[in-house]
């Protein structure tokens, strides 16, 4: 079975082909086009809706095109379509959305309509490196969205835990901000946090203290908009903080993954979790794949852990295909005239 996926909920224009054996599930990427605008939107220091729309509408078909030719394939092999309906930016989407119903009608294609938030749990299940097995617990960590998800064995998910305010990459490109270094701030921090790391090699400790926010709750949400406020106000006094941008930055991000590590871990235990995975753009950090890794390995015992391959951890249509996959081997499609975006879709 061939599915094309179209993804375009924020400033990414992607689309992907892949291949999958409908009886054991296994997946090959045949085609993975990703055309970002991240340039375009660093010089207003973030997305602007607007200008993502009109670039989404310039890009999305020669994306596609791309992803058939570098597949080796025609669109009559094409036997679904999958598309991101939500969340996302309502003009973004749209964009996407419109293409497919258009290719929908002329191809005479169905179509499969994925959550963006599942795309990126169902970027584990591309070539896993052990098996998954049930229940699973999915730590999302993306620029809109910082979930605790459980899967049963019927790939039925139920959000345990989930941000109060700012999600874990909003926390990241909002503290890059404060310290000017650009957008988005997740890689940058990543940066120079591991070059403090190298300078002080070992276990490197900050002189800098800022919180770990509701590590020890009795619950498994999250709450970041405090440790941005507690880091405004340490650069705020310290008349010196420019030249220990890279301590910042190695605080900063040490405090975001013991809450995430912190957490995970406790809703394994509690939920008796089989396999660990993490997902979401923030899963692109290397320092929180090393330590959510170590901690799954140390704390729990017979739990396996997997992380998606980098390329499928930032928003890809490679996701988006897979997600398809399992949403239709379950749900029904939509006809061409009834597909519609949902910028505020929930998981279910
Ligand atoms: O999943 P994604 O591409 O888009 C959303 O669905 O939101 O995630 C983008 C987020 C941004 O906030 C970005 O700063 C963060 O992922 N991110 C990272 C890294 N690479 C991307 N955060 C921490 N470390 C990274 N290496
Ligand atoms: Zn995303």
Redesign the pocket.
């Known amino acids: 079975m061939y599915i094309l996926g179209i993804e375009t909920s924020?400033d990414e224009t992607a689309a992907s082909i892949i291949k999958v054996d409908r009886k054991t599930g296994k997946i090959v990427v045949l085609s993975n086009i990703i055309s970002s605008q991240i340039e375009i939107h660093q010089k207003y220091g973030g997305v602007v809706p607007e200008v993502a729309a009109r670039e989404h509408v310039l890009n999305i078909l020669p994306v596609i095109d791309e992803a058939l030719s570098k597949a080796k394939i025609n669109q009559k092999n094409i036997n679904l379509i999958a598309v991101t309906k939500g969340p996302g930016l309502i003009t973004s989407l749209m964009t996407g959305m419109e293409t497919v119903r258009t290719l929908a009608f002329a191809w005479d294609k169905p179509v499969i309509e994925v959550n963006?938030i599942e795309g990126?749990i169902y970027s584990n299940f591309i070539n896993p490196e052990s098996k998954i097995n049930f229940p699973s617990l999915i730590l999302t960590v993306?620029?809109?969205h910082t979930n605790l998800i459980l899967m049963d064995k019927n790939r039925k998910i139920k959000i345990i835990g989930e941000t109060l305010d700012d999600a874990a990459?909003?926390a990241?490109?909002k503290g890059a901000k404060m310290m000017n270094l650009g957008y988005?701030?997740?890689?940058i921090v990543?940066k120079y946090a591991a070059q403090y790391q190298q300078k002080h090699s070992n276990i490197p400790t900050s002189n800098i203290q800022l919180p770990r926010p509701m590590l020890n709750a009795a619950n498994f949400n999250f709450s970041f908009s405090g440790l941005k406020t507690a880091l405004l106000y340490q650069l705020q006094k310290d008349d010196n903080w420019t030249s220990r941008t890279d301590e910042y930055c190695f605080e900063y991000q040490q405090a975001i993954i013991d809450v995430l590590v912190g957490k995970t871990i406790k809703a394994a235990q509690k939920t008796g979790a089989k396999t660990v995975m993490l997902s979401?753009?923030?899963s692109?950090?290397t320092e929180l794949r090393v330590c959510l890794k170590n901690a799954v390995t140390q704390k729990l015992s017979k739990v396996n852990f997997l992380v998606p391959k980098h390329e499928y951890t930032?928003?890809n249509a490679a996701m988006i295909a897979t997600a398809g996959f399992f949403t239709y081997l379950k749900h029904k499609t939509t006809n061409f005239s009834k597909l519609k975006v949902d910028p505020s879709l929930q998981l279910k």
């Open positions: 924020c963006h990126h993306s620029g809109g990459g909003e990241f490109d988005p701030g997740g890689p990543s979401g753009g923030v692109a950090n930032t928003d």
